[in-house]
């Protein structure tokens, strides 16, 4: 298990989002209060996806951001990649709550060389508006051509038996891999991944103890039952008898959800014992990573440790362009867009992490 964990200042500061000249390919060029590069790298286009983000897809000389290429829009059909790009093409198949959701639906525009976030358009649906973690690494920090799939449903939880979602229309974890299993996991013709070209992500937990975490009973058992949970789900991904086949994974813990906003303005008593579960509930879950890989010959596992990025940039806002660690709502120097959701400015940073770390340097 390579462990994306104990990340130092100095590897953090190096992630800071810089202006470069001219942005690469997939990358943002333009929109409603970007800052950054408006022109592309040689061979892409300036396109306009939605008023808010421009992005350089590749095709004819470049150009800028006022240019008057039309947006890409999403189609109500599920078209089979167009097979025509020189680049080659990975996947990536994304599971979990708000802080990963876009709103994608298995139904709607498949991605394809010409939009690989598929539906719906990008920056798609996030918890607090703008990108988030897997619309940066879609489309800027990785090293090829990325097709994302991203099954995140906001609230969810691992499973609707064990935590209920605030609302039962949520999907659960349970629900997305089954959503996966029942329509691309045969690798049919508009999807022909494979075991080798696949990265598998998981980011749970966050609404599972948030939701309970201050009932009775013994927390660190129940940890156990939600990560068995979890892992079965993760064995199913992994079955080729189920059609699946799945070997890259790439795991998530939980952040320090007990020092957002919404917590804060809960009793310290109430954070403490929120903290000693999510701490317990990692702890367990690198565990589990490790018993998994053990388990599954051929299968290369990642833990990107959320809660030590969390703690370091929170612990010295400032270093990172944010005014303090409470503060939430608009603006390019607020860490939480709300009062339980990092900004869009935040996940920039984490986008940097996940795809420099172990998209860019690790498996493609």
Known sequence: MLR????????????VPAVSAQAAVWAQCGGKGWSGA????????????????????PGAASSTASSTTKPVTSSTSNPAPTGTS?????????????????????????PSDSNPFGNPAYPGYT???????????TTQYNKSLLYTYNYAYGGATIDANLVTPYTPTV????????????????KPASTPWTSSNSLFSIWIGINDIGNSYYLSGDRAAFSDTL????????????????????RNFLFANVPPIDRSPLMLAQSADAQAAEKVVITGFNSKLAAKISAFKAANSGVQTFLWDTNAQFTT????????????????????????????????????FFGQQVGQNVLGSTIW
């Open 4 to 15: 994306i964990s104990s990340i130092s200042l100095a590897a953090l500061l190096a992630l």
């Open 38 to 57: 408006t022109t592309c790298v040689s061979g892409t286009t300036c396109t306009v996806m939605n008023d808010y983000y421009s992005q350089c897809i």
């Open 86 to 110: 020189t680049k080659k093409v990975n996947y990536w198949f994304s599971f979990g709550d708000s802080y990963t959701q876009t709103g994608f639906t298995p139904s709607g525009a498949l």
């Open 127 to 137: 918890a607090t508006g703008g990108q988030n973690w897997v619309g940066y690494v």
């Open 171 to 186: 999907l659960s974890l349970t629900d997305q891999v089954n959503q996966f299993l029942n329509s691309v996991a045969s």
């Open 227 to 246: 990560l068995n949970a979890e892992f079965a789900l993760v064995q199913k991904l992994v079955s080729r008898r189920l059609n699946a086949g799945a």
């Open 313 to 348: 940039i929170l612990n010295s806002p400032a270093t990172y362009g944010f005014k303090d660690a409470t503060s939430y709502g608009d603006g390019s120097t607020i860490f939480w867009g709300n009062n339980y959701h990092p900004s869009s400015y935040a996940h920039k």
